[in-house]
């Protein structure tokens, strides 16, 4: 979920602080809802 939207559009990040900056700026707006939704999917994989 979380490397889908930091390459979204084909995005290549060369500069390891790009990557931690786009990192933080997808991680911020994901909800607390959409990780539990992900922790209880893992049990059925």
Do not use: F
């Amino acid at each position: 979920m979380l490397v889908r939207h930091v390459y979204r559009q084909g995005k290549q990040l060369n500069i390891i602080q790009d990557l931690k900056d786009a990192t933080k700026a997808e991680w911020d707006p994901i909800t607390e809802a959409e990780l539990k939704t992900l922790v209880v999917n893992m049990s059925n994989r």
